[in-house]
Structures are given as C-alpha cells and as structure tokens.
C-alpha cells in the first residue's frame, strides 16, 4: 500500500484541478493506495509523521520540491529512521529539479508507474541546523540542493508571487539582479575559512535547482559529500553575461566561480538572510551544514 501526499496547491494550484485524473492512473496501473491532501504549508510534514506512525513504509508525494521536502521532513525531524522507508514521488509543479538528477521521470503517467515497477535508489540526505538573529535554533534537511545569498534572495521574492511559473521565474531572476546586494560573511569550506561577498551559494547532494538549472554540475547524489557551488562578487555584467552556463553545464568553468565537495559547510551572515532548501524560504544568520550517507531511499525509472 502506499501512502500518497497530495499537495492541490502545486502548480501554482493546477495539482487540485487534476486529481481524478490521477486517481484513474493509479486504478489503470494497480497501484493499492491511500491518499491525504495537503491543506496548507507545512502540512505534507504533519501527513508524513502519521503516516509513518500508522506504519506505512511506502510514502509517495504528489507536488513539486517542495512537497518532497516537507514529506521527508516529516520523519526524518521527527527522529524516525529513514531508512525504513521507500519513497515515491510524482512530480508536479514548478520546478521537479529533483527528479532531473535521479531520474524519476517528469511526466505523471510515466512516474505513477515507479511506484510500481520503479528501481530503488539510494542517495544522500543533506542537513543544514540554523540559528536566526533571535539565537532560535532549528534545522531542515534537503534532498537537492540548497541557495544561499542571491539564490535564496530570489527564490524568497518568487514564493511571494501567487502563481509561479518559468517566466515570472526568470523575470524575477532579472530584476532581482540588478537589485541585489551581496552580503559580506564568513564561509567555511571543511578546514577552508574566508570573509568574503559572495553573489550566490548552493550546497546540495544533486544538480538542479530553479526549474533545470545546473548549479552544481559535480554533485553526486550518492558520494556521502555536499557538493558546493561558490559564485563570487564578479559584477552583475559578467553574471549577466554568464547566465547561460547555468544552463549548459559549464557553470565551474568559469574563473569567478568556485566548485567543492565537502562534509561540512558553515555559512554565517552579519544579519538574517533568505535562504532556502529545496525551493522551500526561510531566513537564518548561520547555517551549518552536513550530510547522511545513503538514507534516502527513492522509486526511480528501471
Ligand atoms: N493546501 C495548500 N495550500 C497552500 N499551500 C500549500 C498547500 N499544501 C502545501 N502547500 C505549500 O505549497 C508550496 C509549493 O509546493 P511545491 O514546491 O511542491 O510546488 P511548486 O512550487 O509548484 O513546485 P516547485 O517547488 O517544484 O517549484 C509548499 O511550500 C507547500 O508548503
């Protein structure tokens, strides 16, 4: 039986308008489940505890990054094993970035059918514990990849709009450009420390982020090391200019940029800061991050 973690609001809310159609997929394919739909932000959380509590081992979501992560959150912040679960995932919505390292597929019919016939695929899981200006503590874990600085900024000012999509998206990556200014603060890269400003940070354990953009073109889901993505202060022309190695792979070909594999990150703000996980917004002053070999277990295309 799996349990599935519908979230209606993917999509910009298309996910609501096409759940008998889902519905009819998962009959056609015999896939035995039991569905719950999300009811607001941080609800796919509450969903996956008790559903893990109630003994299911077979926990699917239906929605973007974001439903994913909350889904995994859910046990994994709640001091379950994750290792007792499979997980499933049919992407929806506006981004699906993790699905495009993994291999789950993009389309529905085709990723209702992993839940049945899927290969089992084991990744890494990334954790980053925070503390806010206030010295409140908390922690969040991601499966993809994490932004910091202009990609946390911009995935924070896209959450504020409605409906997001790849045009109000890039849009937004345009004017947030020019309105950016890069925060000085304190990076360390396992034994490696410098002050610096920075344009933009990832931290993840796979490549994508922001609808299909390859910020981190050497990570490997399953290697037990955060793959680090450093974009230095080199002048919004030459970001400009650069964009599209975000597109064709060669992001870490260029000299302002800086690529890593490490077990450690510790990033530290002078104030609070957007940052996000999985395309899910929060803000913190510090952030130290690290990684659980193969924990995540998740249905893939045979
Ligand atoms: N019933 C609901 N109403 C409003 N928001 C919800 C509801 N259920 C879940 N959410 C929130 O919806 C947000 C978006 O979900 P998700 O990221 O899965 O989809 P998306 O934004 O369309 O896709 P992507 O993250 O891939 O760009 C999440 O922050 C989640 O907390």
Redesign the pocket.
């Known amino acids: 039986m799996v349990f599935l973690i519908y979230?209606?609001?993917?999509?910009?809310g298309r996910?609501g308008k096409i759940w008998d159609r889902v519905e009819d997929l998962l009959k056609k394919h015999g896939i035995d489940h039991k569905v719950a739909?999300?009811?607001?932000?941080?609800?796919?959380m509450e969903i996956s505890k008790k559903a893990f509590k109630e003994g299911y081992r077979r926990i699917a979501a239906f929605?973007?990054?974001?439903?994913?992560?909350?889904v995994v959150n859910g046990i994994f912040l709640n001091g379950y094993d994750l290792r007792e679960v499979v997980f499933g995932w049919i992407?929806?919505?506006?981004?699906?970035?993790w699905a495009r390292t993994i291999g789950v597929p993009l389309e529905i019919e085709e990723a209702i059918k992993t839940l049945k016939d899927g290969k089992e695929f084991v990744q890494d899981l990334g954790v980053g514990e925070y503390e806010k200006a206030s010295g409140e503590i908390e922690k969040r874990a991601f499966v993809n990849v994490a932004g910091l600085f202009f990609d946390g900024f911009v995935t924070y000012r896209t959450?504020l709009l409605k409906r997001?999509n790849r045009v109000s998206y890039f849009s937004r990556i345009f004017s947030s450009i020019i309105e950016y200014d890069p925060p000085t603060a304190r990076i360390q890269i396992d034994e490696k420390v410098w002050e610096k400003r920075v344009f933009s940070m990832n931290v993840g354990t796979c490549k994508y982020n922001g609808?299909g953009m390859n910020q981190l073109p050497h990570a490997v889901p399953d290697d037990g090391l955060l793959a680090v993505t450093v974009i230095n202060d080199i002048g919004k022309l030459r970001i400009l200019a650069n964009l599209h190695r975000v597109f064709n792979g060669k992001l870490l070909e260029h000299p302002g940029v800086e690529g890593y594999q490490a077990k450690k990150v510790v990033v530290e703000f002078q104030r609070d800061e957007p940052v996000e996980f999985?395309?899910?917004s929060f803000w913190a002053k510090k952030i130290f991050f690290s990684i659980i070999p193969g924990v995540i277990r998740v249905l893939v295309k045979k």
């Open positions: 979230n209606p609001a993917a999509g910009g996910a739909f999300t009811k607001r932000p941080g609800h796919a929605g973007g990054d974001g439903t994913v992560n909350e992407p929806f919505g506006s981004g699906k970035d959450n997001k609808g999985d395309g899910e």
